[in-house]
T-cell receptor, first 113, second 114 residues
Framework: GAGVSQSPSNKVTEKGKDVELRCDPI?????LYWYRQSLGQGLEFLIY????????KSGLPSDRFSAERTGGSVSTLTIQRTQQEDSAVYLC???????????FGPGTRLLVL | QKEVEQNSGPLSVPEGAIASLNCTYS??????FFWYRQYSGKSPELIMF????GDKEDGRFTAQLNKASQYVSLLIRDSQPSDSATYLC??????????????FGKGTKLSVIP
């Protein structure tokens, strides 16, 4: 079946602009996670959804970052007033239920000029 | 603060040899353990998961878990050049905030020399 999909695959933006990153999880997966991977760094947890609610937002780096999930499916990560340090690969993962194996999408490469 | 430690490498092994990748973790409450493979420019791909102490084998891969020592390893037998990648150790456990986020090590870069 189809895996996790993300769009866009690449995004170049200017400092100060807002960006939206989209994640479409594997059908039937109730848990959805956003991670960030900066050059030379490990994967950094951002936010977790169970259904449409986000019980854990502890990884969001600042209030410029927000995310939502609708219909228990698609999620959007929004970064407002982007900064150069936001440049990274943003990865989405989903799992059948919490604590189950997480499967990753191909990621969105964000470059803030 | 949960931590997962891996040697960054690079670890170089000749083709056909056994590659041994190691990982330690700080949180004794961790419940499940994963190895992901990440090729350059690609997203992590699940290799294996293990929940219980001992060994788990899947083809050329064997995961080993020792919860008392807070240690997990991945053995790759008959290493192939196509195994050359960065291997990420990830640990899952209830975070206290009600989620099961993965905590990742920074990865070990493996190079299999033909």
């Amino acid at each position: 079946g189809a895996g996790v999909s993300q769009s866009p695959s690449n995004k170049v933006t200017e400092k100060g602009k807002d960006v939206e990153l989209r994640c479409d999880p594997i059908s039937g997966h109730t848990a959805l996670y956003w991670y960030r991977q900066s050059l030379g760094q490990g994967l950094e947890f951002l936010i977790y959804f169970q259904g449409n609610s986000a019980p854990d937002k502890s990884g969001l780096p600042s209030d410029r970052f927000s995310a939502e999930r609708t219909g228990g499916s698609v999620s959007t990560l929004t970064i407002q007033r982007t900064q150069q340090e936001d440049s990274a690969v943003y990865l989405c993962a989903s799992s059948l239920a919490e604590a189950e194996t997480q499967y990753f999408g191909p990621g969105t490469r964000l470059l803030v000029l | 603060q949960k931590e997962v430690e891996q040697n960054s490498g690079p670890l170089s092994v000749p083709e056909g040899a056994i590659a041994s990748l190691n990982c330690t973790y700080s949180d004794r409450g961790s419940q499940s353990f994963f190895w992901y493979r990440q090729y350059s420019g690609k997203s992590p791909e699940l290799i294996m998961f293990i929940y219980s102490n001992g060994d788990k084998e899947d083809g050329r891969f064997t995961a080993q878990l020792n919860k008392a020592s807070q240690y997990v390893s991945l053995l790759i037998r008959d290493s192939q050049p196509s195994d050359s990648a960065t291997y990420l150790c990830a640990v899952n456990g209830e975070s206290g905030a009600g989620s099961y986020q993965l905590t990742f090590g920074k990865g070990t870069k493996l190079s299999v020399i033909p």
